[in-house]
T-cell receptor
Framework: KNEVEQSPQNLTAQEGEFITINCSYS?????LHWLQQHPGGGIVSLFM???GKKKHGRLIATINIQEKHSSLHITASHPRDSAVYIC????????????FGTGTLLAVQP | DAGITQSPRHKVTETGTPVTLRCHQT?????MYWYRQDPGHGLRLIHY???????DKGEVSDGYSVSRSKTEDFLLTLESATSSQTSVYFC??????????????FGAGTRLSVL
């Protein structure tokens, strides 16, 4: 069993829909990271969070440390949101090693 | 790409040949990482560096070596490439090696095919 599990693996939505991507992890962490990988392959950081909620534009990320669960929400989805969304956790301890989920492929149709 | 350049971006090579991938950064970040990305797997750490000449293995280090002779350059070498090393390779950098709010910045990736 992977230490970081994402669901769903694939998601197709209509433009304007509210989207939720989930991430569950089984290890102790110091922080959790949401990343976006564009169709061209580049990976960019969306959020880093260790508690509560963060919001950036139409994106909202939440984390529940007790339940070892995080969600990424996209409001008013748009075709340009189509990408792979990757959850990664930073394990506890003295290194910044990331443990990655396998990603959620999101396709937003016009 | 936060001042990170990977070269080459694409490479096709034959089994048994040596291959070196280069990661160059202009951010003066101390930590550098090499990952591989394969279908059905999350990004997996190959090797990382926490300073010039200071490197350590990741979870999938077999068949790979690295070197860091300057802060800005981190080289990944496949001594004798195998078909199982066909993958997309990403370099990443971070300012600090400690958990918390540190963010890793990724290069654009190198697509390697070993025939």
């Amino acid at each position: 069993k992977n230490e970081v599990e994402q669901s769903p693996q694939n998601l197709t939505a209509q433009e304007g829909e509210f989207i939720t991507i989930n991430c569950s992890y089984s290890v102790g962490i110091s922080a959790l990271h949401w990343l976006q990988q564009h169709p061209g392959g580049g990976i960019v950081s969306l959020f880093m969070l260790s508690s509560g909620k963060k919001k950036h534009g139409r994106l909202i990320a939440t984390i529940n440390i007790q339940e070892k669960h995080s969600s990424l929400h996209i409001t008013a989805s748009h075709p340009r949101d189509s990408a792979v969304y990757i959850c990664a956790v930073i394990g506890g301890g003295a290194t910044n090693k990331l443990i990655f989920g396998t990603g959620t492929l999101l396709a937003v149709q016009p | 790409d936060a001042g990170i350049t990977q070269s080459p971006r694409h490479k096709v090579t034959e089994t048994g040949t040596p291959v070196t991938l280069r990661c160059h950064q202009t951010e003066n970040h101390r930590y550098m990482y090499w990952y591989r990305q394969d279908p059905g797997h999350g990004l997996r750490l190959i090797h990382y560096s926490y300073g010039v000449k200071d490197t350590d293995k990741g979870e999938v280090s077999d068949g790979y070596s690295v070197s860091r002779s300057k802060t800005e350059d981190f080289l990944l070498t496949l001594e004798s490439a195998t078909s199982s090393q066909t993958s997309v390779y990403f370099c990443a950098i971070s300012e600090s090696g400690y958990g918390g709010e540190n963010i890793q910045y990724f290069g654009a990736g190198t697509r390697l095919s070993v025939l």
